[in-house]
């Protein structure tokens, strides 16, 4: 599988990402203070579900660590929210420790809008259907509610190596 709906335009004035916990509370960051965060180079290789994988990819993006250094929490799940109304869940763990970023930058190009531009979420070690495209904040959540395709029978974890393909 791949896009699920038209992709969304999102002008960089009206850009946000944002991050809301389970007491209520939101942080979030404009285009302009997103970029003035510590930038990430990352090198990858993607898996998709359905059985094609991309190897050596490179992006530059922020590190979920980054954008959670202030953020007050005791949940252990999330779920990304995408412009367009795309979900998916990811265990808070699995975002943090250098294995998660927000992607604006594909190939030394700005992130093309068909992928997911102006940024993404990038969770490479899990499959790509995590990686929510157009993204636009963080629900932190103390249960793990599943999300676009893991209602549809995908797997709520993920894992490629564990072939976490279906529930
Ligand atoms: N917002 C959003 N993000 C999404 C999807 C989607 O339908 N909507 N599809 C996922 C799936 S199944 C895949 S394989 C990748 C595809 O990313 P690409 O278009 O950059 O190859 O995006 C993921 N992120
Ligand atoms: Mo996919």
């Known amino acids: 599988?791949?896009?699920?709906?038209?992709?969304?335009?999102?002008?960089?004035?009206?850009?946000?990402?944002?991050?809301?916990?389970?007491?209520?509370?939101?942080?979030?960051?404009?285009?302009?203070?997103?970029m003035a965060l510590p930038q990430a180079e990352i090198h990858a290789d993607i898996?998709?579900?359905?059985?094609?994988?991309?190897l050596g990819t490179s992006w530059r993006g922020v590190s979920l660590d980054t954008l959670f250094e202030d953020v007050d929490t005791r949940s252990g799940f999330a779920t990304a929210h995408s412009y367009g109304g795309y979900t998916t869940n990811v265990p808070l763990n699995d975002l943090l420790g250098g294995r998660a970023w927000v992607a604006w930058e594909f190939d030394g190009e700005p992130?093309?809008?068909?992928?997911?531009g102006p940024a993404r979420l990038l969770v490479p070690h899990l499959y790509f259907w995590k990686s929510a495209k157009w993204v636009h904040g963080i629900e932190l959540t103390q249960d793990d509610v599943p999300g676009f395709w893991e209602s549809n029978g995908?797997?709520?974890?993920g894992d490629p190596w564990r072939e976490e393909r279906y529930s």
């Open 1 to 34: 599988m791949l896009t699920a709906g038209p992709a969304p335009n999102i002008p960089l004035a009206d850009w946000e990402f944002f991050i809301t916990t389970e007491t209520g509370q939101r942080h979030a960051w404009s285009w302009e203070s997103f």
């Open 47 to 54: 898996h998709c579900v359905t059985s094609w994988s991309r």
């Open 111 to 116: 992130l093309e809008r068909a992928h997911g």
């Open 154 to 157: 995908y797997h709520l974890h």
